[in-house]
């Protein structure tokens, strides 16, 4: 899959599950769940034991049908790690340049992380498609979001960090590209209790949120933010 490829599976999506979970055997369980509840992306973080392990059986099972990334990539050796167990794109909650090199000589989407407008120009500079907003609820939220596409019209954000079904239809209004939501889709009580019909359920809830708020959206913003 091409970074164009990427890009546009997302923004069509609109949706970035980040999964951590205490085992490999939990982060599998959640992958299944945020599935079934029709979120064919995940992002697999470098917390979870053994992340590229259940990166390549993601793969494995999944094929073409999910989009797999890894996230929390922070080195050039993580980066060339996940790439190799079959990751689509890395997430880094910052810019690193190394990560974002090793991307772009594989043909693959690095969407680093960033806050202020200063990280957001490092980032383009560094070549970015995607930016990650991070942690965008520390800082404003959907409002925060808004003002950062004054000066950045055209940029893709992916606000995470505090993303929740609650507030993702003003994360949308605001200028979203995606949404990055992490425990308040992946509960981690329900994965360690057996019950992943809760986190399919949430899935659900979220896909049929976004989708409500970009029907809302006037009709030239809606095409902009799921096609480009």
């Known amino acids: 899959m091409t970074i164009d490829d990427a890009v ?43 992340a590229p392990a259940v990166i390549r059986e993601v793969v494995r099972q999944y094929g073409k049908d999910v989009l797999a990334g890894a996230g929390t990539v922070l080195t050039k050796v993580e980066a060339e790690v996940c790439l190799d167990a079959g990751a689509e794109f890395l997430v880094s909650p910052g810019v690193s340049t190394d ?7 594989r043909g693959k989407l690095a969407m680093p992380g960033a806050l202020t407008p200063t990280e957001v ?53 605001a200028g979203a590209f995606a949404l990055g939501t992490g425990s308040e889709l992946v509960d981690g009580d329900a994965l360690r209790a057996g ?4 986190i399919t359920d949430a899935a659900k809830a979220l896909v049929s949120a976004v989708h409500i ?10 095409s902009s933010q799921s096609v480009r």
């Open 121 to 173: 120009m490092t980032a383009l500079s560094a070549g970015a498609r995607a930016i990650k907003i991070f942690p965008c609820s520390s800082v404003g939220g959907p409002k925060y979001i808004k003002a950062l596409k004054g000066p950045f019209p055209q940029i893709e954000f992916i606000p995470t960090g505090g993303v929740s079904l609650s507030n993702a239809s003003e994360y949308i209004a």
């Open 99 to 105: 990560v974002m090199r090793v991307a772009a000589q």
């Open 213 to 222: 708020a970009r029907e809302r959206l006037p009709a030239s913003t809606r």
């Open 8 to 50: 546009r599976r997302i923004g069509e999506v609109g949706i970035v599950p980040v999964v951590r979970a205490a085992s490999f055997d939990e982060a599998c369980r959640a992958v299944e769940a945020i599935r079934k509840g029709g979120i064919p992306i995940l992002e697999i973080t470098m917390t979870v034991p053994d």
């Open 195 to 198: 019950n992943s019909q809760k």
